[in-house]
């Protein structure tokens, strides 16, 4: 079965310093998408990006960057230059598509804190 | 991207009622799912909504507890029957147009069992 593992819980950093979210999954699926999402205290779920599992090319937004590894199955989360409003639960999810039951996975979460 | 409705946003109820939450999307959309999040913890799926016919539950979920309509693309229903405070949680529908998009979610129903 599929599995996503967030392992740090929580997170605090001060503003402006960079910070890493982990994200490692299990799978026995060749196709795959994995995805991460922002829920800021408000409650609703932000998608931030989709990565497929053909394609490990890194990818930057802004301050965020993702660093997508299928030899070590991990989908690390970088925001640079961190500020408050970065505040949120992350989540990072996978959704499979050749033994995934076509339903997205999620992790359990990593709280970030981000203070002046 | 889906812009999408749900209503109530929150409630307080109390034990033994049942609360119908509404999801409404601004296009037609091929699947829509429904989540539940309690609290401190992660989300996790409780059906996805079908079109027509009879929502398929996953393990831990059943039908007479958490019905759900779906009488059109762009609409469906979840109620949380005969209420107690273990279904404090928030509630959140999604949607995805298609296999491996990504899937956007409503702004969730903060539910609060007394």
């Known amino acids: 079965a599929q599995k996503v593992t967030q392992a740090q819980t929580e997170i605090s950093v001060v503003e402006k310093e960079d910070v890493t979210l982990d994200c490692v999954y299990e799978?026995?699926?060749?196709?795959?998408?994995l995805f991460w999402y922002k829920q800021p205290p408000s409650g609703e779920l932000v998608f931030l990006i989709r990565?497929?599992?053909?394609?490990?090319q890194n990818e930057i937004s802004g301050r965020y960057s993702w660093n997508f590894q299928k030899s070590t199955s991990s989908f690390n989360f970088t925001i640079t230059a961190s500020q408050v409003v970065d505040s949120a639960v992350y989540f990072c999810a996978y959704y499979g598509l050749t033994g995934g039951g076509n339903k997205l996975t999620f992790g359990t979460g990593t709280q970030l804190k981000v203070e002046l | 991207s889906a812009v999408i409705s749900q209503k109530p946003s929150r409630d307080i109820c109390q034990r033994g009622t049942s609360l119908t939450i509404q999801c409404q999307v601004d296009s037609q959309v091929t699947m829509m799912f429904w989540y539940r999040q309690q609290p401190g913890q992660s989300l996790t799926l409780i059906a996805t909504a079908n079109q027509g016919s009879e929502a398929t539950y996953e393990s831990g979920f059943v039908i007479d507890k958490f019905p759900i309509s779906r009488p059109n693309l762009t609409f469906s229903t979840l109620t949380v029957s005969n209420m107690s405070p273990e279904d404090s949680s928030i509630y959140l529908c999604?949607?995805?147009?298609?296999?491996?998009?990504?899937?956007?979610f409503g702004q969730g129903t903060r539910l609060t069992v007394v």
């Open positions: 990565r497929n599992s053909f394609d490990e």
């Open positions: 799978t026995r699926d060749t196709t795959y998408y």
């Open positions: 999604s949607v995805e147009d298609r296999v491996g998009t990504e899937a956007f």
